[in-house]
């Protein structure tokens, strides 16, 4: 089957993917419609297309007046390498993203500043002060007793820079990046896998006909 329209006639046979209804779409800043629509492969294009079955606004518009998914499993195929490619650049993006955060737990540089410029440590401790974002960095892993405010004895970082966030740089970001990006494919292909079978598996409906209606 496929889409068919008020005159009979079959559109995208083989190739429609997925049934929406009762979509909300805005009109007007203050006025809406709802929609019937299908998910249908354009092998023109290599993508998916939106096709509007049925629109409502006051008054109904029939495109399409009966159908079914009826997607080949060629075109599943199509459709989950699509998906795959978009939830890896998706990731891909948010990991050199993120790669280029600094946290507590990450290794930076003193690139400026008062003091300490050019040392390397691992970020201990992050907090604000009224000029804003601050760190503390442990330049060694040496541990003296520190004595605090309460006269409690602690072990705490003896070589310490004190800095503005502003004033670091952080290190190995490549590295960081090469890493995250392993398992980027085999995720991104997980993810593209559980949208086809949650295609083949859903409960809503995989049909419509509204021969009668639209008469």
Same mark, same amino acid.
């Given at each position: 089957?496929?889409?068919? #329209?008020?005159?009979?006639?079959?559109? $995208?046979?083989?190739?429609?993917?997925?049934?929406?209804?009762?979509?909300?779409?805005?009109?007007?800043?203050?006025?809406?419609?709802?929609? =019937?629509?299908?998910?249908?492969?354009?092998? =023109? &294009? !290599? !993508? !998916?297309?939106?096709?509007?079955?049925?629109?409502?606004?006051?008054? @109904? *518009?029939?495109?399409? @007046?009966?159908?079914?998914? #009826?997607? /080949?499993?060629?075109?599943?195929?199509? $459709?989950?390498?699509?998906?795959?490619?978009?939830? $890896?650049?998706?990731?891909?993006? &948010?990991?050199?993203? #993120?790669?280029?955060?600094?946290?507590?737990?990450?290794? +930076? %540089?003193? @690139?400026?500043?008062?003091?300490?410029?050019?040392?390397?440590?691992?970020?201990?401790?992050?907090?604000?002060? %009224?000029?804003?974002? &601050?760190?503390?960095?442990? /330049?060694?892993?040496?541990?003296?007793?520190?004595?605090?405010?309460?006269?409690? +004895?602690?072990?705490?970082?003896?070589?310490? @820079?004190?800095?503005?966030?502003?004033?670091?740089?952080?290190?190995?970001?490549?590295?960081?990046?090469?890493?995250?990006? %392993? #398992?980027?494919?085999?995720?991104?292909?997980?993810?593209?896998?559980?949208?086809?079978?949650?295609?083949?598996?859903?409960? $809503?409906?995989? *049909?419509?006909?509204?021969?009668?209606?639209?008469?």
């Amino acid at each position: 089957m496929a889409l068919y #329209d008020k005159n009979g006639v079959a559109h $995208y046979e083989g190739r429609v993917i997925e049934l929406e209804f009762g979509r909300s779409v805005q009109i007007m800043s203050d006025i809406w419609g709802s929609e =019937d629509r299908a998910i249908v492969w354009n092998d =023109d &294009k !290599t !993508t !998916t297309e939106t096709v509007c079955i049925k629109f409502d606004d006051m008054g @109904v *518009t029939y495109h399409y @007046v009966s159908g079914e998914v #009826d997607a /080949t499993e060629e075109v599943l195929e199509k $459709y989950r390498k699509l998906r795959e490619e978009a939830f $890896y650049q998706e990731r891909a993006r &948010k990991i050199q993203s #993120d790669a280029g955060v600094i946290n507590k737990g990450d290794i +930076v %540089k003193v @690139v400026r500043g008062r003091s300490g410029v050019g040392e390397i440590g691992k970020i201990f401790w992050e907090g604000e002060s %009224k000029w804003g974002r &601050k760190f503390g960095i442990a /330049t060694s892993e040496v541990k003296v007793e520190k004595q605090l405010a309460n006269g409690k +004895v602690v072990m705490g970082n003896r070589d310490v @820079v004190w800095t503005a966030a502003s004033n670091v740089q952080k290190l190995h970001v490549d590295k960081i990046i090469e890493e995250n990006m %392993k #398992d980027c494919r085999e995720i991104a292909k997980d993810r593209a896998d559980q949208v086809i079978e949650q295609l083949k598996i859903s409960p $809503y409906s995989k *049909t419509f006909d509204y021969k009668s209606k639209a008469a």
